[in-house]
């Protein structure tokens, strides 16, 4: 399966990136093809310009050059995954103006909705599961992203996976990049 895996960190080389590399490990071990969309090495502007904006209450939608090169590169590939830290119980604003741009209105929502068979959303956070089960950050975020973003463009198989603790110890990161390399062999399971 081709895999388009978008990661967002302002450092490659961060926990999450070592995350990044264990996945895609994990993905080729189980003979998948990975293609990485690094969102801040390629400086891609989130912010949303005049013209990638819907037209929701007609049908004039035009999309910029930088779009249509995201699209193309969703369109080439099978499924998705996206590796972020876990900012204010949610995605970082460079993945969410990702998705405000590139899942726009009649392509992936709309008159057309996305061809991915799945898609897996794997967030690194400092708060420990007890604390994210007490104030329902989980489903929270099960329902704002796998809910209204994954499933509402039209993928059904899609998930949140949390890797907790993140800033807690050497032994907790080590179990973490394990549990990233799992995640990719099983990307398809
Ligand atoms: C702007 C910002 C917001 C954050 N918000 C949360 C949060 O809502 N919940 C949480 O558990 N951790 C939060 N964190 C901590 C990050 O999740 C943590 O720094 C990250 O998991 C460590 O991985 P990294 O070294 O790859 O950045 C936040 C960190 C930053 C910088």
Redesign the pocket.
């Known amino acids: 399966m081709n895999v388009l895996v978008v990661f967002d960190?302002p450092?490659r080389k961060?926990?999450?990136?070592?995350?990044l590399d264990q996945f895609v490990q994990g993905l080729h071990e189980a003979g998948h093809v990975p293609e990485i969309a690094d969102l801040h090495a390629e400086t891609f502007n989130p912010r949303m310009p005049t013209e990638d904006e819907p037209d929701l209450v007609g049908s004039a939608n035009t999309f910029t050059e930088a779009v249509l090169r995201e699209q193309a590169r969703v369109e080439r590939n099978d499924a998705i995954a996206f590796i972020f830290?876990?900012?204010?119980?949610?995605i970082?604003a460079t993945t969410k103006g990702w998705i405000d741009r590139v899942w726009n209105e009649d392509w992936a929502y709309g008159a057309k909705k996305l061809h991915l068979e799945r898609a897996l959303m794997i967030?690194?956070?400092?708060?420990g599961t007890a604390?994210?089960k007490k104030r329902g950050?989980t489903s929270a975020m099960e329902t704002q992203l796998v809910v209204g973003i994954m499933n509402f463009c039209g993928i059904e198989n899609a998930r949140l996976e949390l890797?907790?603790d993140?800033?807690e110890s050497d032994d907790i990161r080590r179990a973490l990049l394990e549990e990233a390399k799992i995640l990719g062999r099983t990307y398809a399971d």
């Open positions: 960190h450092r961060s926990l999450s990136g070592a995350v830290p876990v900012w204010w119980w949610s970082p967030g690194l956070a400092a708060t604390s994210f950050y890797l907790h993140t800033l």
